[in-house]
T-cell receptor, first 115, second 119 residues
């Protein structure tokens, strides 16, 4: 079965640079979530989109922005990168029409390292 | 206040034995869902099991079962017949606003428990 695709898998940047992470949800999933997992930490919710509109916002820095496109893929744009942005970034997808017991499906994550 | 609490930073179990990973939660929402995810050292998040707040029976999924005690606000994961491949980080997570058969709510995770299975 098709899964959530994230790209790139690994990304190395320097301080003050920008980065763009991409997420392709499972086909027919209309909701995308972004999470940030720092080293040794639990995943923290950043932002979510439903039908291309922002549906919820968590602890996302102002330096970050995201959007969901007409084909439902999503991009997380990160600017003025800081050392503390080094983390594993997950994208997850779901559909609002799903049964309650259906979970969010996670991609394999993008590991971002800031030098 | 922490919404999901996993009090066991690390757990050890002998292969083929059962192990219980603890999770307590805090919410005022009457409708919520509880999830367990497994995160191996490779990093991916693998869904294991779900329990809805209105479900009368404890969820089971193969070797995984959930000991759901609503009054105590606990949702402990029980892994039976542990295997070496079960060694991983395990996260308990909650999704609030889980009513009506649809949900778009974010997940709130606990701190995780590292499980090590010994041969």
């Amino acid at each position: 079965a098709a899964g959530v695709i994230q790209s790139p898998r690994h990304l190395i940047k320097e301080k003050r640079e920008t980065a763009t992470l991409k997420c392709y949800p499972i086909p027919r999933h209309d909701t995308v979530y972004w999470y940030q997992q720092g080293p040794g930490q639990d995943p923290q919710f950043l932002i979510s989109f439903y039908e291309k509109m922002q549906s919820d916002k968590g602890s996302i820095p102002d330096r970050f922005s995201a959007q969901q496109f007409s084909d439902y893929h999503s991009e997380l744009n990160m600017s003025s990168l800081e050392l503390g942005d080094s983390a594993l970034y997950f994208c997850a997808s779901s559909t609002q029409g799903q049964a309650r017991d259906q979970p969010q499906h996670f991609g394999d994550g993008t590991r971002l390292s800031i030098l | 206040a922490q919404k999901i609490t996993q009090t066991q930073p690390g757990m050890f179990v002998q292969e083929k034995e059962a192990v219980t990973l603890d999770c307590t939660y805090d919410t005022s929402d009457p409708s919520y869902g509880l999830f367990w995810y497994k995160q191996p050292s490779s990093g991916e998040m693998i869904f294991l099991i779900y329990q809805g707040s209105y479900d009368q029976q404890n969820a089971t999924e193969g070797r995984y079962s959930l000991n759901f005690q609503k009054a105590r606000k606990s949702a402990n994961l029980v892994i039976s017949a542990s295997q070496l491949g079960d060694s991983a980080m395990y996260f308990c997570a909650m999704r609030e606003g889980d009513a009506g058969g649809t949900s778009y709510g974010k997940l709130t995770f606990g701190q995780g428990t590292i499980l090590t299975v010994h041969p």
